[in-house]
C-alpha cells in the first residue's frame, strides 16, 4: 500500500482515507504500519477504524456460513460484548471524509449504538428469522484449532486472539463517529439483520 500512495501523492492525489480496523492501532501490524505512515503522505486524510461489521452474521463471512449451516455462532469471545457496526454506515463515514470540506485529520472509532454480546446477536437473530440461532463458546484453543483447518495456523492463531480480546472487553464500546459525521444515528443490529435477513 505504501509505494502506491507514494505514487498517489506524486501524481496530485491530496487527501487519502484508510480502512484499518479497531483492533489496530497506529503503529501496529499491517495497516497499522500505514496509519503511522499517513499523515506524513498526505495533508488532508483519515483512518476509519470500524468494530466488528454486523454483515460477519448475514453475509458470506463464516458465522454466517455456520448460521445458515448449523444455527450456530462459534468464538471463543465468551461474554465479551463488541460495537458491532454495519458496514453501510462505514461507507458513509468513509464518503464524508472523502469529500468534506475539510479532512478529518485523525483516526475515526466506527462503531454501532450499543455493545453487544455474541449470545445477544444470536437472541435476536432467532427473533429476527424465526429460527434458533445459538452462540458456542469456545476455548482459544478449541477456536485457533478449528481455524486451522481452513487457514494457516499462524493466522488462526491470530484470530482466536482476537475473540480472546473481545472476552477481555477490548471491543466493549461505542463510539459517536457514525452521527457526527454523517448527521445521522448508526444503525442497529435488529435494523441491519431485517433488512438483510427478511428474504
Do not use: K
Not at 44 to 59: C, D, H, I, K, Y
Not at 125 to 153: C, K, N, S, W
Not at 170 to 199: I, Q
Amino acid at each position: 500500500m505504501l509505494p502506491f500512495l507514494d505514487r498517489a501523492r506524486a501524481a496530485g492525489v491530496r487527501r487519502a482515507v484508510l480502512l484499518s480496523s479497531s483492533a489496530i492501532p497506529e503503529g501496529g501490524p499491517a495497516v497499522g504500519q500505514v496509519h503511522r505512515a499517513l499523515p506524513g503522505l498526505f495533508d488532508e486524510w483519515a483512518v476509519l477504524r470500524p468494530s466488528w461489521f454486523m454483515q460477519n452474521f448475514t453475509g458470506t463471512h463464516a458465522h454466517a456460513d455456520s448460521i445458515r449451516a448449523d444455527g450456530v455462532i462459534l468464538t471463543a469471545a465468551g461474554t465479551g460484548r463488541v460495537g458491532f457496526v454495519d458496514a453501510d454506515d462505514i461507507a458513509a463515514v468513509a464518503a464524508r471524509a472523502l469529500t468534506d470540506d475539510r479532512a478529518p485529520g485523525t483516526d475515526l472509532v466506527l462503531t454501532g449504538p450499543e455493545s453487544l454480546s455474541h449470545d445477544d446477536i444470536a437472541a435476536l437473530l432467532t427473533e429476527v428469522t424465526g429460527r434458533q440461532v445459538v452462540h458456542h463458546h469456545l476455548t482459544f484453543e478449541a477456536m485457533r484449532d478449528r481455524l486451522a483447518t481452513a487457514i494457516p495456523p499462524a493466522f488462526a492463531t491470530m484470530l482466536a486472539g482476537m475473540d480472546r480480546s473481545i472476552a477481555e472487553g477490548a471491543e466493549d464500546r461505542t463510539t459517536d463517529t457514525v452521527r457526527r459525521l454523517t448527521g445521522r444515528p448508526p444503525h442497529d443490529f435488529r435494523t441491519v439483520a431485517v433488512r438483510e435477513l427478511s428474504a
